[in-house]
């Protein structure tokens, strides 16, 4: 890699081809969301983001997210989760935490509150383990509001849980009754 700011720019192409749009570049996901590593550097380089190996694989290592990783052979690559395409990520259920996080922006709050957390256009919602992720996340969409997630209620509720491999807690929707507001300090 060249300069953080390429760096930056393929990571966030990766996002886009990975997780939403690989028609951009010419790849094709499989059903559970890899593509060919060969494919996808070929493609890169004649969209004019030169990259090889040693480049694709200092950004799935020093993603701050972990949002990409590598199968076993490094052959194949994928986005851990996020995707509004649909893939299958093989997930199993798994006990969440007692209380898990969903930092939002305070102008999203009163819709929340009358429906509770939906996935959107994504496969699920996604979940914080800490306070100061769900800070952050609540940020890049204005001023943070947090929610506590009762994710151990609503696992006792036979809620599915799943667990990606950067660490970020899914599941389907949370209901309002599951909800409550984060009282603690939001500056993080």
């Known amino acids: 890699m060249s300069t953080e700011k390429e760096e930056i ?5 990766l996002s886009l081809v990975l997780r939403h749009k690989p028609d951009t570049i010419g790849i094709e996901l499989d059903e559970n969301g890899w593509t060919d590593v060969q494919v996808l550097m070929d493609k890169l380089n004649q969209s004019g983001i030169g990259t090889d190996m040693d480049g694709l694989k200092y950004i799935v290592e020093t ?15 994928r986005a851990n989760q996020g995707h509004s395409v649909d893939v299958e990520l093989g997930y199993v259920p798994k006990v969440p935490p007692v209380i ?30 800490d306070l100061e992720t ?42 309002v009754r599951y909800l409550t507001e984060f009282k603690g300090n939001h500056e993080v």
């Open 9 to 13: 720019k393929l990571s966030k192409l």
């Open 63 to 77: 993603n701050p997210k972990k949002r990409f990783a590598f199968n076993e052979t490094f052959d194949k690559i």
């Open 100 to 129: 898990l996080y969903h930092g939002t922006a305070q102008k999203s709050v009163s819709s929340i509150l009358e429906y509770g957390l939906n996935k959107g256009a994504r496969h699920h919602v996604h979940l914080s383990p």
């Open 134 to 175: 769900a800070v952050k996340v609540g940020q890049r969409h204005g001023k943070p509001f947090v929610f506590e997630v009762l994710a151990g209620q609503m696992a006792e509720d036979n809620i599915d849980f799943y667990l990606s491999d950067n660490g970020v807690w899914l599941t389907d929707h949370v209901p």
